[in-house]
């Protein structure tokens, strides 16, 4: 764990007013924001671009189409109800099994039709919403995690976050849900962040709750050393996101389903920074390596190849 300002300034650690003020507001242009912001426009984006995304069964957009929700979801045996707009996976239903009139969550609970559009009133309300704005809550294809994952994940669904800067894939970390995060792969509801390699694909050691870990708190299994399968698909999916959006400075997020292999799940125009101690390396020294050399990476294929080369561990 990083404990103090000469280790972090050796370790050319970014912090969060570097962050805002040299890439963030620097390298995305506020008009921007929407794009990544709202999840619809964003799976939309992506779809055009021939990118891989999990499957849109619906939308609803006002209180009155909530009467609807029951017969769109029964032609469904599992799905996740989320906000176009929310952040920090709040407001985030995954169900797992749909029994007609009861719908199970990957922890065993069941709930009701009631329950179900009581929380898509909330999503349309804003309550998850940046900002608080009214929203629209998505029904999509539910992923089904690579088998690569079983050992090292409760429940839920891993995702893998990659950072971009100026179409250059510079670091990366698959976050792992636990019991504490109620099968959720958000790092601030206690999942854990294993870093990986960029050269490689293999994981290295992981943060939870901001300390430095080595084996699942769950599970007890090793979190270090599994190669991600269709790396090479990862860092493609990542690279052209920086066409997809124009945003220089961005996080991916991508999911690797047993089916359909890697899909983008969503975009992220302000990435955490935890992402540097999963790594146990700052993100100064790769952004700025990215800054001196871009103009001359014409291509993703160019973008990749000097990320496994500069950025490997």
Same mark, same amino acid.
């Given at each position: 764990m990083f404990v103090t300002l000469s280790k972090l300034v050796q370790k050319? /650690?970014?912090?969060?007013?570097?962050? =805002?003020?040299? #890439?963030?507001?620097?390298? =995305?242009?506020?008009?921007? #924001?929407?794009? /990544? +912001?709202?999840?619809? &426009?964003?799976?939309?984006?992506?779809?055009?671009? %021939?990118?891989n995304v999990p499957q849109l069964y619906g939308v609803i957009e006002v209180q009155h189409q909530r009467r609807e929700l029951a017969t769109l979801l029964n032609k469904h045996s599992d799905f996740v109800i989320k906000p176009a707009c929310g952040s920090g996976g709040n407001g985030i239903l995954? !169900?797992?099994? *749909?029994?007609?009139?009861?719908?199970?969550?990957p922890n065993g609970m069941f709930l009701t039709e009631v329950d179900l559009k009581f929380h898509v009133s909330n999503i349309i309300s804003g309550m998850y919403s940046l900002g608080g704005?009214?929203?629209?809550? !998505?029904i999509e294809y539910r992923i089904q995690p690579d088998p690569v994952f079983e050992s090292i994940s409760y429940q839920g669904v891993p995702d893998i976050r990659i950072i971009v800067f100026l179409g250059v894939p510079v670091m990366s970390m698959v976050r792992l849900p636990t019991f504490m995060s109620d099968g959720k792969a958000n790092l601030h509801q206690g999942a854990i962040g294993a870093g990986i +390699?960029? %050269?490689? %694909?293999?994981? &290295?050691?992981? /943060?939870?709750?901001?300390?430095? !870990?080595?084996e699942h708190p769950n599970t007890g299994n090793s979190v270090v050393g599994i190669q991600i399968?269709?790396? +090479?698909?990862?860092? =493609? &999916?990542?690279?052209?996101?920086?066409?997809l959006t124009g945003l220089g400075y961005q996080g991916v997020d991508i999911v690797l389903d047993k089916n359909y292999g890697p899909m983008i799940l969503e975009l992220n125009a302000?990435?955490?920074?935890?992402?540097? !101690?999963? *790594?146990? /390396? %700052?993100?100064?020294?790769?952004l700025e390596i990215v800054e001196k050399n871009w103009k001359d990476l014409k291509s993703a294929s160019e973008r990749i190849d000097f990320a496994k080369k500069h950025f490997k561990v």
């Open positions: 050319k /650690v970014l912090g969060i007013n570097q962050r =805002n003020a040299d #890439y963030i507001l620097k390298y =995305n242009p506020r008009p921007l #924001y929407p794009l /990544v +912001d709202d999840k619809l &426009l964003t799976k939309k984006l992506a779809i055009e671009a %021939g990118m995954v !169900i797992q099994e *749909n029994k007609k009139d009861k719908y199970r969550k704005h009214p929203d629209k809550a !998505i +390699d960029i %050269g490689t %694909g293999k994981t &290295l050691s992981a /943060v939870y709750f901001d300390e430095i !870990i080595y399968p269709e790396w +090479d698909k990862f860092l =493609n &999916l990542a690279t052209r996101c920086y066409e302000r990435p955490g920074l935890n992402i540097q !101690i999963a *790594n146990n /390396v %700052g993100l100064l020294e790769r």
